[in-house]
């Protein structure tokens, strides 16, 4: 099991900026894949971005290179650094875990979700 913890979340005006951190903890040998997943009010969660171990990066069309991800050595950290943040980009972000090594596929495991508001 595997177990996820984000923070970073708040409101910050349009165009500003915000990072997200995520914490694992358990058997995190497992895991192979982790991402970032948002839901925004009334739609669907989506794919923010996702990162294999060696590397390799996935990001949604709607990033346009606003966002980065990163992470720390052994997946002891994930990060999100996003800039020039605006009001579609609301909603609640999720930390994932996938042991099956799927870029850009949610795996099985979930944080609780940090909130983001980007509103003036």
């Known amino acids: 099991q595997v177990q996820l913890v984000e923070s970073g979340g708040g409101m910050v005006q349009p165009g500003g900026s915000l990072r997200l951190r995520c914490v694992p903890s358990g058997d995190i040998d497992s895991i192979k894949t982790m991402g970032w997943f948002r839901q925004a009010p009334g739609k669907q969660r989506e794919l923010v971005a996702s990162t294999l171990a060696e590397g390799v990066v996935k990001y949604a069309d709607f990033v346009k290179g606003r966002f980065i991800i990163s992470r720390g050595d052994f997946w002891n950290t994930l990060n999100l650094q996003m800039n020039s943040l605006q009001p579609d980009d609301t909603g609640v972000y999720y930390c994932?875990?996938?042991?099956?090594?799927?870029?850009?596929?949610?795996?099985?495991?979930w944080g609780h979700g940090t909130a983001v508001t980007v509103s003036s």
């Open positions: 994932n875990a996938d042991p099956l090594g799927r870029l850009g596929e949610a795996g099985n495991y």
